[in-house]
């Protein structure tokens, strides 16, 4: 049974998950370099999603080490379609930089097309829409 976790770092000395369990915001610190994990295995990614009744809008960032993704999907919840596209980028190993935090920071890459960039933190008192946070050492890619 997972728990409701507290604050604190996301990973212990050893570089290992400190606690296990759910959130209803970002509580734990998360320091890219603390990860006891070669560059191939850390998986790092953002993911918002701002809907409303009518429409709405989903924006990945991704850098797994050996691929790295920018993907953005538009809806119209209405007429029931969506439009995705997205570009791969090869062998980013860390490079895109992702903020620390979903919280604050800034999402810029320059690929020649497309052009991200992503401004925090948001005014005060405005609300995540829907954002999550991910880093990851993935056992299957040693």
């Known amino acids: 049974m997972q728990t ?5 770092p996301l990973l ?6 400190a606690e296990r ?13 603390q ?13 918002y999603c701002i809907l409303t009744d009518a429409f709405g809008i989903a924006l990945t960032v991704a850098d797994n080490g050996y691929l790295g993704f920018l993907g953005v999907s538009w809806m119209d919840l209405a007429a029931g379609t969506a439009i995705n596209d ?4 090869p062998w980013p190993m860390g490079r895109m930089r992702l903020p620390e ?11 020649g ?5 992503g401004r925090e933190p948001r005014p005060a008192g405005q609300p995540a829409c829907a954002g999550s946070r991910g880093g990851l050492n993935d056992e299957r890619h040693p």
């Open 12 to 17: 212990d000395a050893r570089g290992q998950l």
């Open 35 to 47: 990860i006891a994990a070669g560059k191939l295995r850390i998986k790092e990614w953002d993911y």
């Open 113 to 117: 097309s497309p052009r991200v960039l």
């Open 86 to 89: 997205g570009a791969v980028i």
């Open 21 to 33: 369990g759910w959130a209803t915001a970002e509580v734990r610190r998360y320091d890219r370099a």
């Open 101 to 111: 935090s979903a919280d604050a920071g800034d999402i810029e890459l320059d690929h």
């Open 4 to 8: 409701k976790m507290g604050a604190g």
